[in-house]
């Protein structure tokens, strides 16, 4: 098992690139790959949430994992998103990406029928106790309807060893204080909303997860870089600049079809969403523009 310190700084929950039949292109995400590796990311999350992880099938998981871990070649973190909606195929995903070779799971809290505390803990525990892989808690309300409580959160970890840390994609800093508070630095808590990366570092977290990451990563590295250093106006004003890129790619629009528009316009391989998800409307992908123009101009 590698040090929770693997699971620190920015970590990008990466787009799974589909070509307009729907179809994985794998070349694709291997540009991607090296991509977000030379702009220093520290961790490379395939298979979540700006994947299309609902939209994926086992194999194509499993496909994907192992074309990112190539990519990787031990050099750089991954962990593989094995979330589902039931314990059952999660315990099966989690298992398929241990055998694969990844760092740790990312597990989402089941999602589509809304669950009691206790139902919530006895999934995780099922969870922890069929696979001995680093698991990541991942709560992110925007799409599951509700959060993982900093209480639940700070249970799990005292009695299994290999909670290795949360994703809390809450975008409230109270939750995020308080699990930091709870959880008193046993395990990686991490921003999952890039409003809020300043806010967490401050507050003893120990990095973000961040879905612009896949369009800015400098960006990205160069706030988490300027927090280790101490430089803390710098870290304000890309702190700044990564909020307003937030609001219009992940905010205002379709976050699958916003981010992979961006990079498309900085001339990177996204490709299409999967369906039901769509391409952006022509006067969406022009506002896009604007806003990868307005990048250009930063001196961050």
């Known amino acids: 098992?590698?040090?929770?310190?693997?699971?620190?700084?920015?970590?990008?929950?990466?787009?799974?690139?589909?070509?307009?039949?729907?179809?994985?292109?794998?070349?694709?995400?291997?540009?991607?790959?090296?991509?977000?590796?030379?702009?220093?990311?520290?961790?490379?999350?395939?298979?979540?949430?700006?994947?299309?992880?609902?939209?994926?099938?086992?194999?194509?998981?499993?496909?994907?994992?192992?074309?990112?871990?190539?990519?990787?070649?031990?050099?750089?973190t991954v962990i593989a998103g094995t979330g589902a909606p039931s314990t059952w195929e999660t315990i099966r995903l989690t298992k398929?990406?241990?055998?694969?070779?990844?760092?740790?799971?990312?597990?989402?809290?089941?999602?589509?029928?809304?669950?009691?505390?206790?139902?919530?803990?006895?999934h995780y525990k099922a969870v922890l106790e069929a696979c001995d892989l680093p698991i990541i808690l991942y709560s992110v309300p925007k799409f599951t309807g509700y959060a993982l409580e900093p209480a639940?959160?700070?249970?799990?970890?005292?009695?299994?060893?290999?909670?290795?840390?949360?994703?809390?994609?809450?975008?409230?800093?109270?939750?995020?204080?308080?699990?930091?508070?709870?959880?008193?630095?046993?395990?990686?808590?991490?921003?999952?909303?890039?409003?809020?990366?300043?806010?967490?570092?401050?507050?003893?977290?120990?990095?973000?997860?961040i879905a612009i990451a896949n369009a800015f990563p400098k960006l990205c590295v160069n706030l988490y870089k300027a927090c280790k250093k101490g430089e803390y106006q710098k870290a304000a004003e890309l702190q700044h600049a990564i909020t307003h890129i937030n609001e219009v790619l992940v905010k205002k629009h379709n976050q699958l079809s916003a981010i992979k528009e961006a990079m498309q316009t900085l001339d990177l391989p996204a490709g299409y969403p999967r369906k039901p998800a769509l391409p952006l409307e022509e006067t969406e992908k022009t506002e896009i523009k604007r806003l990868v123009d307005w990048t250009a101009g930063l001196k961050l």
């Open 96 to 122: 398929d990406a241990a055998d694969l070779g990844v760092d740790a799971a990312v597990v989402v809290t089941p999602y589509y029928f809304r669950l009691s505390n206790r139902e919530l803990i006895a």
């Open 152 to 209: 639940i959160i700070s249970q799990l970890a005292q009695e299994y060893s290999h909670v290795a840390g949360v994703k809390d994609s809450s975008g409230n800093i109270a939750t995020i204080t308080e699990t930091v508070r709870l959880t008193s630095g046993k395990i990686a808590v991490l921003a999952g909303t890039a409003d809020l990366v300043l806010q967490t570092l401050a507050l003893g977290g120990k990095g973000a997860v």
């Open 1 to 76: 098992m590698k040090s929770q310190n693997k699971f620190e700084g920015i970590i990008v929950p990466h787009i799974t690139p589909f070509k307009e039949t729907g179809e994985i292109d794998f070349e694709a995400l291997r540009m991607c790959a090296r991509f977000w590796i030379e702009n220093g990311v520290d961790g490379l999350m395939p298979c979540g949430s700006n994947g299309e992880a609902p939209y994926l099938a086992r194999e194509e998981r499993q496909k994907i994992i192992a074309t990112i871990l190539e990519e990787a070649k031990g050099n750089i």
